[in-house]
């Protein structure tokens, strides 16, 4: 459906933990809804993690799963971010960051045990979250007469949409909100009632 979307639960973080040759990989998915977010969580997790040799992240925001970005921190090019990232995809979510932390072993992996470590890290870290359905929905204001209130109600219960906000008074007006696949039917129902 284009009016759905997978994500993760806005109160949990997933966590995950791999070793390999004596470095240890730590990973946290959370759920994110802006960049301001996302800048804000990686720094807490190098302030957090300051004696850590690199806090790599990947993210994925909006329904549509346009906007992303994946960033090594200074590993090897492609050998961190984006199997982070590659993680998110397989999954389909959107509106997350995964943050794998990595303090260095003593051993260099090379770069095909260090993809491997990445992606098995973020995978771990969605293994222990679970993942919820979302809708996209439109938000939109009516106003209409106190006579007109039955029939709006009616087209209400017909439809089932969220009453955000209602002002009953010599005019009224309401707020809703509904599946954006649904909005054009509600408005148009709504039109031809006022």
Known sequence: MEDEYKTIPNNEIGEGFYTESKSK???FAHHVEN???IKSIVSEY???????????YAYM?????ENFRANDDGEPSSTAGKPILGQINSNEL????IVVVRYYGGVNLGTSRLI???RTAAALALENVSVEKRLVEETFTVAFSYEQTKDVMKIIKELSPKIVEQTFDTECSMTLSIRKSEAALLE????KLL
């Open 25 to 27: 990989f730590l990973a």
């Open 35 to 37: 960049t301001d977010e």
């Open 46 to 56: 190098k302030k957090r993690f300051y004696d850590a040799r690199h806090v790599c």
């Open 61 to 65: 925001l909006g329904a549509a799963r």
């Open 94 to 97: 959107t509106n997350i960051l």
């Open 116 to 118: 491997v470590a990445y």
């Open 188 to 191: 148009a129902k709504i039109k």
